[in-house]
C-alpha cells in the first residue's frame, strides 16, 4: 500500500505564510510528478503547483511569485511553501504522487487526505 500523508495546514493572516508538507510511504519502487491541488468550497479541484522528479515546476497563475513547490526525493516528500496568503488562498490543500510501486508497474496517481488552509483576519 501506498500512503501520502500531509501536515502544515491552519489558519494564518493575509500577508502571512504557511509551509505544507506531504510525505509519501508504504512499497514504492518509483515517484514520478507530485504536485498540490486545492479546492475551495463550492469550486472545483484546481492544481496549485506541480514539480516532475527531475525538479521542473510548473505553478498556476493565480500563486506565480508567491508560492514555491519542492521535494526531497530521498524523503519522498514535497513541499509547498506559500507566502504573501490571500483570503483567496483559502482552500483544502490535496497533495498529489505519481508513483510506480513495482520495477514492471505503471505509475498511478495517489493523493493525500487534505489539509485545511484558512487565511483571514
Known amino acids: 500500500q501506498v500512503q501520502l500523508v500531509e501536515s502544515g495546514g491552519g489558519l494564518v493572516q493575509p500577508g502571512g505564510s504557511l509551509r505544507l508538507s506531504c510525505a509519501a510511504s508504504?512499497?514504492?519502487?518509483?515517484?514520478?510528478?507530485m504536485g498540490w491541488f486545492r479546492q475551495a468550497p463550492g469550486k472545483g479541484r484546481e492544481l496549485v503547483a506541480s514539480?516532475?522528479?527531475?525538479?521542473?515546476?510548473n505553478y498556476a497563475d493565480s500563486v506565480k511569485g508567491r508560492f514555491t513547490i519542492s521535494r526531497d526525493n530521498a524523503k519522498n516528500t514535497v513541499y509547498l511553501q506559500m507566502n504573501s496568503l490571500k483570503p483567496e488562498d483559502t482552500a483544502v490543500y490535496y497533495c498529489?504522487?505519481?508513483?510506480?510501486?513495482?520495477?514492471?508497474?505503471?505509475?498511478?496517481?495517489?493523493w493525500g487526505q487534505g489539509t485545511q488552509v484558512t487565511v483571514s483576519s
Open positions: 498529489n504522487a505519481n508513483i510506480k510501486r513495482y520495477v514492471h508497474g505503471d505509475f498511478y496517481a495517489y
Open positions: 508504504g512499497s514504492i519502487f518509483s515517484i514520478g510528478a
Open positions: 514539480i516532475t522528479s527531475s525538479g521542473r515546476t
